[in-house]
């Protein structure tokens, strides 16, 4: 009998699931269900409805797209010339900016275009991020072996800390550029940059030796809807990237369309690494994704999504207060940012949820300081606070989704105080 000895992978052991995959396959080992399907409460989830926001107003979303035998050809490189040129007519109309197609190019998705921007970084470039931030910034950028420093989130400074810090050189090598990621709102606390610190944080991207990789994913979810855009002042002599997607505010995660807005030289950079390493997106989600930006359509739109997540931000954030939890929320994007009373965690307080068929995110997930290699010794600050998503959540359900928040809140105290 012949032994058969496991071949080793020529693969990298170091690419864990992004954390929120690991909290949906947690999720699904306890209830025996995936998150999303029926009977399940998606506050983990970082998505938008997906049907029309009818109570103000928001528009029907497109049922079909018509299919041509030119669309059955490659795509562009740098994506498809009709969807470029109405990507450059809505920022320059609502931003007042004077970019050209030039200026941009489609991904297949936001995260693909950021994770394009740091793949071709140079070396001499250290990123700044905040200390909580989207989880798959740090996947990819250990994944790209970027240098990168965290800039401090605390309850001192409110989850916000000033744009200089992203900018502080004290210690840095004169050599050394310096490019903050930052979500914009803020995805997981919803605190966003506007008006004149917006504007504050773009001179600084474009001063010499800086940049920035600005994702705007929750670009609509602030009232009103902001992009750094408005505040750029020659793109085509910086290193300002800004990101945005059909994924948020045009309610279409699905059809995985994203963008960059950056300088003419460095589109180019990225347009001639999809030339052999993405391949262009897909012709009928480009061409699906024109019509989402129909003028008429994009302004009904824009209103709805500010009026109605603003709406359902207010209550549930009225709610969480009433229960006793801490709430941080700025005054964006689709989640709150929550804290538990001391004697309480969100990965304990999670376990319990999952019984009920929900889930929340546990802030440690959201943690830029934590260790890629789940180190068992990182004790993050972060153990009593977690992202509530109330982006896809009905509007018919609110009352049944506090009701299980607060009933599984209320008992995980008291087990807590009488094992005191």
Known sequence: MVESNQVESFL????????????????????????????????????????PLEKFGGPELPPSIDVTWEDRF???????????ET??????????????????MIFAGGRQGIFSVLAFLKKNVQIRIGNVEWPAYLDIMVANNIDYKVV?????????????????????????????????????TGHTRAAEELKELIQMAEQSNNGILLDEAYEMFHSPAVSGMEYVTDLENSNV????????????????????????????????????GMGG????????????????????????????????????GEAFEKMGLKVYTGNGGFYHWLELPEGLNSKDFNERL????????????????????KDPNYVTPYSRFFRFSFGPLLPETFESDIQIFSEVYEEYKLEVLKNK
């Open 12 to 51: 990298s052991d170091n690419c864990p699931p992004m954390s929120i995959y690991e909290t949906l396959y947690a999720f699904r080992d306890s209830f025996g269900k995936f998150m999303g399907t029926e009977g399940t409460h998606p506050w983990s989830q970082g998505f938008p409805l997906t049907t």
């Open 74 to 84: 490659y795509p562009k490189a740098w994506g498809h010339p009709l969807l470029r």
């Open 87 to 104: 990507i450059t007519n809505y920022y320059n109309t609502y931003y007042n900016c004077n970019i050209t197609p030039e200026n941009v």
């Open 152 to 188: 401090p989130f605390t309850k001192e400074n409110n989850f916000h800390p000033p744009n200089s810090d992203y900018f502080d050189r004290s210690g840095l090598d004169k050599n050394v550029n310096i490019m903050p990621i930052i979500s914009n709102p803020s995805n997981p």
């Open 241 to 276: 990237f800004i990101t945005g997607a059909c994924t948020k505010g045009l309610q279409c995660p699905g059809i995985r369309v994203g963008w960059v807005i950056a300088s003419k030289k460095n589109i180019e950079t990225m347009a001639n690494y999809s030339s052999f």
């Open 281 to 316: 997106v897909s012709h009928p989600s480009q061409l699906y994704a024109v019509k989402l930006f129909e003028p008429e359509r994009i302004k009904k739109a824009r209103e709805a999504v500010e009026k109605h997540y603003d709406w359902q931000r207010k209550r549930y």
């Open 354 to 373: 999952f019984k009920r068929g929900a889930a929340i995110l546990c802030a440690s997930d959201c943690d830029m300081a934590r260790p890629h290699s």
